[in-house]
């Protein structure tokens, strides 16, 4: 048959009709919108990477979802954090002993709890299995670092489980029993959907996933829920990543609650177009430290590095984030046990901002004319501001960070292979005092050339001799309140050797729609909380 | 006809190896652990060589190019670094709603853009023509991902006329999604359509046979669009196919900002995440769209002008 313009024009007009006709009814999917009964919240994502907890690659986005769908064995009051062993609540175990050591847990488990779509009870098999994935080394699953502690487990009947800890650890609860990957999951579910569990999970949780689809995640309140029946029928978790299309689905009442945006100037913004939007902030959110390489010189000269926290004022970066910030003295948040305040150090490690003692320890270490000092850090909007204006108060005392900013994987794997020199790092951790230490300052962290080490920057206890005893001393202390002493002299050596600076927390913030009542208020915790409380009140 | 199809789609075969290892060769020069990444800052170095052992990623880079073109010989796009989700579902989620979007767009362009040419090149140094070029400065000027914005702020929040985000469920909530998106590549794409069928048709209308048609009493509706926009249409069926190359591209900005599922908004979540995987599909599958999309236009040379045809 010839091809004539008029067959040629016909023809196409009728494969684009019909191609776009396919599309419509051929493509899955469905987007946020308001819906009656439902509460949204859209997070800064792109699309769900799954709701299995023990999945890798997990998003903030889908530790919500996950959240309202599993529990753990014991769960802190919703909206703040279980910051001391008498903090924890019962959830999947009504109650919970610990040896004297410290080293043997042995939790009681709810009889009667019900897993979702007709699983039946939950007992302690299952909790064998989600505790065994996590310490079976030839499993890849998402937190596994939180079970490293995990001797063996056992469950003497269906009702008990017990764990043995290599060192003793009062703050098993903290460390690893609460978080999100050891949200126990059905055996049975687990084994007989395989991959497919990632997306059509089964938990005990006051929700249960009614549907998936490339951007958001349904949730329907689950009937037989061990406790209270969830309060509004259904949540649906949306994945927006673009802080622009998020913002204003949320002016528009399109979702009733949004990640906000960890930048200056944005509540302000917000409270300007709607004064009635509620922000919920959690304290302290991320911890923000500067990272000074011990192996670059001049860094390696601990006046320079004085200088660096003289140079550095930490309240005035804390001011520029408004609410959602706190100044950092040492390590560890100023929210968390373990933590020292100004006042109580002594004078010479106060360091209080002063870019004319900067400047005179500068000269003393032999560089009166300043130095310059090349960096880099990530595009992120949290890493490139705080670093931004921390670049503006070093040039005061003649510090020039030369700071390229580059792409936030790129970011990682560079410092992974001990490249930067100041790197900044936002990393956030559970009220647990040892850990930003371990994964920070410590020996065995230290990154290396190759790529094997891990997040010590600093080589501290490589380059000069660092915490690795204190360390020891500390979690090899059963008792919370002798540990908590130990962290607070180790917090006082780094202050002395100053290899990591503690910037700011940075808090995670939701903005919220005043028709929906959390039915708590948020003051901490991770950057999820419970929504089984939620209601629309208008 | 079949023949020539034939010949282009053995010519397509070196570009879209070449693109194939580009993307493979690129990503392997970006830095950036896929493990890492997926993993996380917490993962402890058993771990971290575990996931690169199961997924393939310590074996030499040679033997991980071959598996990768078998792989995509037998179309096997594998399963994502990330989720863990099979790539080919990733990829079937999205691809319908970028190939809705540039064409919707595409159609709206030619809509657009072409009356206006016609209405420029009719009226020429008068003031549509005029009209037309400011349109078509303004069109080039705009950045598409800002205009997308504005447009947001204007019809979707403050007049709520169109949904802020999403990519809709049913046949007229796609159609109403889609519209302000396609909108936005429209402009600039009718700009440019614009001014190609304006100088096309005025060298056209300066022809001999146009002349001859004029002076043997033909309307003048029927001397341009019969005589006139026929033959100007062979510049603009190659604009287009670039065009339609250019919408395709520039639908990834559009789709951040208007926050659709697609192709584009899929690959840069997949570029930050370091997903070999969907990053390599999603990149061939762009590959084969341009090769495609030149197969059509050489296919509408044919149909529009019959001396290619009567060459071929």
Not at chain 1, 117 to 138: A, C, K, L, N, W
Not at chain 1, 279 to 305: C, K, M
Not at chain 2, 116 to 129: E, H, S, W
Not at chain 2, 284 to 299: E, G, K, R, S
Request: no cysteine.
């Amino acid at each position: 048959m010839a091809l004539t313009r008029r067959r040629f024009l016909t023809n196409t007009t009728a494969a684009g009709v019909a191609t776009f006709a396919t599309l419509q009814f051929g493509a899955p999917g469905a987007y946020a919108q308001t819906e009656e009964g439902t509460i949204s919240i859209a997070l800064a994502a792109r699309a769900p990477s799954g709701i299995n907890p023990q999945q890798s690659g997990l998003t903030g986005g889908d530790n919500w979802a996950i959240y309202q769908v599993f529990n753990g064995l014991v769960q802190s009051r919703p909206g703040t954090f279980a910051v001391t062993p008498d903090d924890f609540q019962p959830a999947l175990a009504e109650s919970w002993d610990v040896s004297e050591d410290a080293r043997t847990w042995t939790y009681h488990l709810r009889q009667g709890v019900q897993f979702h779509h007709g699983y039946g009870e939950m007992t302690s098999r299952d909790v064998m299995f989600t505790y065994g994935r996590q310490i079976d080394p030839d499993v890849i699953s998402a937190g596994k670092v939180l079970f490293n502690n995990i001797e063996s487990i056992d469950a003497p009947d269906d009702y008990t489980f017990v764990v043995t800890l290599v060192r003793p650890d009062p703050l098993f609860n903290a460390s690893t029993a609460v978080t999100l990957a050891a949200s126990i999951l059905s055996q049975d579910a687990f084994e007989e959907k395989g991959e497919d569990f990632n997306f059509d999970p089964v938990g005990t949780g006051p929700y249960f996933v009614e549907s998936t689809d490339e951007s958001s995640i349904l949730l329907t309140a689950f009937p037989d829920y061990w406790d209270e029946p969830a309060a509004t029928e259904h949540v649906r978790v949306s994945f927006i990543a673009d802080t622009t299309a998020r913002t204003l689905a949320f002016a528009s009442g399109q979702v009733d609650m949004i990640e906000g945006v960890r930048q200056p100037g944005w509540i302000p913004t917000m409270r300007q177009r709607d004064p009635d939007t509620i922000f919920d902030a959690t304290a302290p959110g991320s911890f923000n430290t500067l990272h000074l390489n011990l192996e670059y010189e001049p860094l390696d000269d601990i006046r320079v590095r004085k200088a660096f926290r003289y140079a550095i004022d930490s309240a005035q970066i804390a001011s520029a984030f408004g609410e959602l910030s706190t100044p950092m003295v040492g390590i560890i948040a100023p929210q968390f046990a373990g933590s020292v305040t100004r006042e109580e150090l002594p004078e010479e490690l106060q360091y209080e901002y002063s870019p004319e003692k900067a400047m005179e320890l500068l000269a003393e270490a032999g560089y009166p004319d300043g130095i310059t000092i090349p960096a880099y850090t990530s595009q992120r909007e949290d890493y490139s501001t705080i670093m931004l204006i921390i670049q503006e108060q070093l040039r005061a005392s003649n510090i020039n960070l030369d700071l390229d900013i580059i792409d936030h994987a790129t970011m990682h794997a560079e410092n992974n292979l001990a490249k930067n020199s100041v790197a900044l790092n936002s990393s956030s951790f559970p009220p647990v005092p040892t850990l930003p230490f371990l994964q920070r300052l410590a020996a065995p962290a230290d990154a290396k050339p190759d790529g094997s080490g891990q997040g010590n920057y600093s080589h501290y206890g490589v380059a000069i001799p660092g915490i690795d005893d204190l360390l020891d001393q500390a979690q090899d202390e059963p008792d919370f309140d002798k540990r908590i002493e130990v962290i607070e002299e180790i917090e006082r050596k780094v202050l002395e050797d100053l290899p990591l600076l503690g910037i700011i927390t940075l808090s995670y913030v939701i903005a919220r729609n005043p028709r929906i009542d959390l039915g708590f208020d948020v003051e901490s915790g991770y950057a999820y909380w419970p929504l089984n409380q939620a209601r629309i009140v208008s | 006809m079949g023949r020539m199809i034939g010949l282009r789609l053995i010519d397509a075969i070196p570009t879209i190896l070449l693109v194939l290892t580009l993307v493979f060769v690129a990503l392997r020069i970006l830095p950036g652990d896929p493990a890492q990444v997926a993993l996380g800052d917490m993962a402890t170095p058993a771990q971290l060589e575990l996931f690169r052992e199961q997924m393939g990623l310590n074996l030499p880079l040679w033997q991980q190019y071959f598996i990768f073109l078998w792989d995509m010989l037998t179309l096997n796009l594998g399963r994502s670094l990330v989720s863990n989700v099979p790539v080919a579902s990733i990829i079937a989620a999205n691809l319908p709603y970028t190939i809705e979007l540039t064409l919707v767009a595409t159609g709206m362009g030619v809509i657009i853009g072409v009356p206006l040419g016609v209405l420029a090149a009719t009226n020429r140094n008068k003031l549509p023509d005029s009209g037309v070029r400011v349109f078509s400065l303004i069109g080039y000027a705009i950045p598409d991902f800002y205009l997308g914005a504005l447009m947001l702020i204007v019809f979707s929040l403050n007049l709520g006329w169109f949904p802020i985000n999403g990519g809709g469920t049913d046949f007229l909530s796609r159609l109403h999604h889609v519209f302000l998106p396609a909108l936005t590549l429209a402009m600039v794409k009718s700009a440019f359509l614009g001014r190609l069928t304006r100088t096309s048709l005025l060298e056209v209308l300066g022809k001999d046979y146009v002349r001859t048609a004029r002076a043997k009493g033909a309307r003048e509706n029927r001397v341009i669009y019969r005589h006139g926009l026929r033959n100007a249409l062979l510049p603009v069926t190659t604009g287009l196919g670039l065009s339609l190359l250019a919408t395709l591209s520039g639908s990834v900005a559009i789709e951040l900002v208007f926050n659709r599922p697609g192709l584009g908004e899929t690959l840069i979540g997949a570029i930050a995440e370091r997903d070999y995987p969907v990053i390599q599909a999603g990149a061939v599958i762009f590959a084969f769209f341009v090769v495609f999309i030149n197969l059509l236009i050489d296919i509408a040379y044919i149909a529009i002008d019959p001396r290619i045809r009567v060459q071929s």
